[in-house]
């Protein structure tokens, strides 16, 4: 888990200074935070806040963004099954990409009984939630100020694309993601940007068909 | 803090938890389809590069708020910038600085 711990920080002030570039107290920035615990979703909701989206608009895209942990979750699911609710709804809660990763690496190759188990994704997650929150509450306080010439809401669309460039493992992801700019870009105009959900399912859709038709 | 604001991140975190808990709860209950499973992996490519368009082609930054217009919108070709500083170093760090660095770049030639 340690290895993972500091690749979040810059990530983790991200999250929690462009809120305020846009207006948003610092406690407003942190309530996402604490609310979702879901980096990439916190920054899509308050960019989509930001511009006055439906509120439709903005849960469909903090769904779509956080449609892996369904994959995630029933990865996990068996090791945590004979948890009681509370622990299972708490761990739900803590689910991140950094906890998924060592779970589903370690889990497998350990004999562990369910409390070990349990201790194992308690420990990771309270260390990566107590950072993710220090970070996004320092982020705020420090993007209070700075002054707004910097633009640092910019980095919203920035860290987005270093996070889309890193998904591009084979062609069919490629075309997913070309079709996905080309049609929110043909939407731009559209009300309650709705070119970004149809960009959305336009381009999961072409990424299917591609795999489809190249298998 | 408004209370329309309470409302959408509150729903937006109710939404995100009932992703992540979907099967650590339901896994007695229900199994994903196939056809599911798979297009799950082109959502983040997909979703992630309809999100950065208004980003980038929307909206002004900063700093013609503080300093005025330009003629050439800086942001696309920040927004290209970094996507080349992301395929030499494959690092997110490298990639926001490249980015930042030419809308400032880009703006501070046009006055």
Same mark, same amino acid.
């Given at each position: ?120 994704? /308690?420990?990771?997650? *309270?260390? =990566?939630?107590? $950072? ?5 509450? &320092?982020? @705020?306080?420090? !993007? ?14 920035? /860290?987005?694309?270093? *996070?889309? =460039?890193?998904? $591009? ?5 490629? &075309?997913? @993601?070309?079709? !996905? ?23 999961? $859709? ?10 | ?111």
């Amino acid at each position: 888990m340690l290895p993972l711990l500091p690749g979040i920080i810059p990530f983790g002030l991200i999250a929690g200074f462009t809120p305020v570039s846009f207006g948003y107290t610092w406690l407003d920035s942190w309530m996402g935070s604490l609310l979702m615990f879901a980096g990439a979703s916190q920054l899509a909701a308050y960019q989509l806040m930001n511009e006055d989206a439906s509120i439709w608009v903005i849960l469909l895209t903090v769904a779509a963004i956080n449609l892996r942990y369904v994959l995630y979750s029933a990865s996990i699911a068996p090791h945590l099954a004979d948890a009681n609710r509370t622990t299972r709804l708490l761990a739900g809660y803590g689910l991140t990409d950094q906890i998924y990763a060592v779970c589903h690496r370690d889990y497998p190759i350990h004999n562990w009984n369910l409390n070990e188990r349990i201790a194992y994704y /308690t420990g990771g997650t *309270l260390l =990566l939630w107590g $950072l993710w929150q220090a970070c996004t509450v &320092v982020g @705020a306080f420090v !993007g209070q100020v700075i002054p707004v010439f910097w633009s640092l809401e910019f980095m919203i669309p920035l /860290t987005f694309l270093a *996070l889309a =460039l890193n998904t $591009l493992k084979t062609r069919a992801h490629r &075309v997913a @993601a070309i079709t !996905g700019a080309i049609v929110s870009f043909a939407g731009l105009n559209l009300p309650y940007n709705l070119g970004l959900i149809l960009g959305g399912l336009a381009g999961i $859709l072409a990424g299917v068909l591609f795999r489809r038709v190249n298998q | 803090m408004t209370q329309e604001f309470i409302i959408i991140v509150a729903l937006a975190g109710l939404v995100t938890l009932a992703l992540k808990s979907a099967f650590i709860e339901g896994q007695h209950y229900f199994t994903l389809p196939k056809w599911f499973v798979d297009a799950l992996e082109f959502v983040p490519p997909a979703v992630l590069c309809a999100l950065i368009i208004p980003g980038i082609f929307k909206g002004e930054v900063g700093l013609i708020a503080a300093f005025g217009a330009v003629t050439i919108d800086p942001k696309p070709i920040a927004a290209a910038v970094a996507a080349l500083a992301f395929f030499m170093t494959k690092k997110t760090i490298p990639t926001l600085t490249a980015g930042m660095a030419s809308l400032y770049l880009v703006y501070w030639l046009q006055i």
